[in-house]
Nanobody
Framework: QVQVVESGGGLVQAGGSLRLSCTTS????????MGWFRQAPGKEREGVSC?????????????YYADSVKDRFAVSRDNAKNTLYLQIDSLKPEDTAMYYC???????????????????WGQGTQVTVSS
């Protein structure tokens, strides 16, 4: 019933850009905090960014960015489309990873930096950055 599907990954040269999308269904998307995570082989899962439900079309809200990406990545959401986005600019080879979208409900305007706090996950979309 619940589906979370990432798309938009690909092979890009360093310095290029990508726009990742996460489409959801069977989920009360506008009530959920959403996050982007990434994981490369042999490395720990990293919380890239997250955005609270209020970040989608309402005033206020909260977002989080890992230090490694905060000047280059931008998270957004369109609650009417049940879709989460991640705009990635100035890609670096170290950005190469599988990128995952995740969602969870907290009952207030919040998003977590920890993947353990999320319930629903997509299958991921691969981002590969060449030097």
């Amino acid at each position: 019933q619940v589906q979370v599907v990432e798309s938009g990954g690909g092979l890009v040269q360093a310095g290029g850009s990508l726009r990742l999308s996460c489409t959801t269904s069977g989920l009360n998307f506008d009530d959920y905090g959403m996050g982007w995570f990434r994981q490369a082989p042999g490395k720990e899962r990293e919380g890239v960014s997250c955005i609270s439900w209020r970040g989608g079309g309402r005033s206020g809200g909260r977002t989080y960015y890992a230090d490694s990406v905060k000047d280059r990545f931008a998270v957004s959401r369109d609650n009417a489309k049940n879709t989460l986005y991640l705009q990635i600019d100035s890609l670096k080879p170290e950005d190469t990873a599988m990128y995952y979208c995740a969602g969870a409900y907290w009952g207030y305007d919040y998003c977590s930096r920890s993947g353990k706090d999320y319930i629903y996950w997509g299958q991921g979309t691969q981002v590969t950055v060449s030097s």
